[in-house]
Every structure is written in structure tokens, then in C-alpha cells.
T-cell receptor
Framework: QLQLQESGPGLVKPSETLSLTCTVSGGSISSSSYYWGWIRQPPGKGLEWIGS?????????NPSLKSRVTISVDTSKNQFSLKLSSVTAADTAVYYCARITIFGGGHYGMDVWGQGTTVTVSS | DIQMTQSPSSLSASVGDRVTITCRAS??????LAWFQQKPGKAPKSLIY???SLQSGVPSKFSGSGSGTDFTLTISSLQPEDFATYYCQQYNSYPHTFGQGTRLEIK
């Protein structure tokens, strides 16, 4: 059974870079049937799509974050990562990683999620 | 960006009821729409993709419909475990935006 697990610092100082890793177990990140994505949720608020990556390295970012975000994949470790630079308090959120299954006709399903990790931006 | 607007923002219902949540896109998205359920402190769970296709393992009490700009999620015969927050998400174009959520509460 595929599982995703986020890891990284729970506290980041303002202006620094937030770095998180999602480890995929029970399946291969190199499958052509999936994308891999990051989503966040500020305290008490809704979901925000951050971006996604294909195993080949193709990336898609939310334009609202594009200048600060980098998503990368390490197929040798079966992991993908998120870096968000120049963070502020507004970046405080629960960060989720997810598998995005590619169905026919251009349809996707964000069908497996990590448990989420809380990141607080504070000095 | 495509804006997704859900209504209502919150909804009270009783066990056994049938409820419908609406999601409207700011421009046409064909049927490139997904629905998620989220319980407090938990990750979202995928319910539906392609506006009306159930994810594997999701009970048939959940159904989705719509195309273009207007979509609905219907939950029949509400059970205690169905009380949660529901989100729609469009994936017609990047960024893949979510609705603001609909909180379904027990009456």
C-alpha cells in the first residue's frame, strides 16, 4: 500500500527557506502514471495548491508562489521535495504531499496524501 | 486564475438526510473537477474526479455531477462519519485552485 510521509523542520525563521521532503513507500515515484504534488493549508483556512512534478522533472507551480518555490524529485531515494524561499508568517501552514494519478482524458486524481506536517514561520 | 466558489459555506443536517453542495467556476472547466472530504486534523480524502467518477473505495452514497461552470456533490443518507468539510478543485488549468470549503455539521 502506497504511503507518503512529509519531513522537515517545523519552525522556520522569517526570510529563510522552508525545505520539506516527501518520502514515497510501497511504490515507485518513477511510474509514468503519476504526478506528485504539494498542497498547503494555513491554520483554520482552506487548501492551496502549491505545485506538482513528474518523475522526469517537469514542474508546474502556482504563479502566486512561483518566484519563491522549487519542487524537485530524487528517483534514487523515491522522494520529492519542496523549497520555499523568503518565507513570512503568511507561509505558516500544514503542508501536505500527495500522489496525483493520471486518468484518461486529461483527468487527475489526488488520491493518496501524506499526513501533513505543520510549519511555523517565526523568529 | 480560475476562481472556485462553493455554496453554502456551512450546512447543518441530520443523520439520514440527503444534502447537496454546489461549486461554481469563474470560467468553463468542462468536467475537470474533483471533490475532497476533510475531517479535523486529517489530510483531505479524494472522493470524486472528472466531476462524477468515484475514486476507488468511495461509497456510492457520494455522487457528483455538472459540467462547464456549475457542479454539485450530493451525499445521501448522511451518517455521523460524513460530517466534515468538503472542497472542490478544478484541474482544467494551472494553478489547480480549490473552493473555499463547505462545512457540513450535525443538526
Amino acid at each position: 500500500q502506497l504511503q507518503l510521509q512529509e519531513s522537515g523542520p517545523g519552525l522556520v525563521k522569517p526570510s529563510e527557506t522552508l525545505s520539506l521532503t516527501c518520502t514515497v513507500s510501497g511504490g515507485s515515484i518513477s511510474s509514468s502514471s503519476y504526478y506528485w504534488g504539494w498542497i498547503r493549508q494555513p491554520p483554520g483556512k482552506g487548501l492551496e495548491w502549491i505545485g506538482s512534478i513528474y518523475y522526469s522533472g517537469s514542474t508546474y507551480y502556482n504563479p502566486s508562489l512561483k518566484s519563491r518555490v522549487t519542487i524537485s524529485v530524487d528517483t534514487s531515494k523515491n522522494q520529492f521535495s519542496l523549497k520555499l524561499s523568503s518565507v513570512t508568517a503568511a507561509d505558516t501552514a500544514v503542508y501536505y504531499c500527495a500522489r496525483i494519478t493520471i486518468f484518461g482524458g486529461g483527468h487527475y486524481g489526488m488520491d493518496v496524501w501524506g499526513q501533513g506536517t505543520t510549519v511555523t514561520v517565526s523568529s | 486564475d480560475i476562481q472556485m466558489t462553493q455554496s453554502p459555506s456551512s450546512l447543518s443536517a441530520s443523520v439520514g438526510d440527503r444534502v447537496t453542495i454546489t461549486c461554481r467556476a469563474s470560467q468553463g472547466i468542462s468536467n475537470y473537477l474533483a471533490w475532497f472530504q476533510q475531517k479535523p486534523g486529517k489530510a483531505p480524502k479524494s472522493l470524486i474526479y472528472a466531476a462524477s467518477s468515484l475514486q476507488s473505495g468511495v461509497p456510492s452514497k457520494f455522487s457528483g455531477s455538472g459540467s462547464g461552470t456549475d457542479f454539485t456533490l450530493t451525499i445521501s443518507s448522511l451518517q455521523p462519519e460524513d460530517f466534515a468539510t468538503y472542497y472542490c478543485q478544478q484541474y482544467n488549468s494551472y494553478p489547480h485552485t480549490f473552493g473555499q470549503g463547505t462545512r457540513l455539521e450535525i443538526k
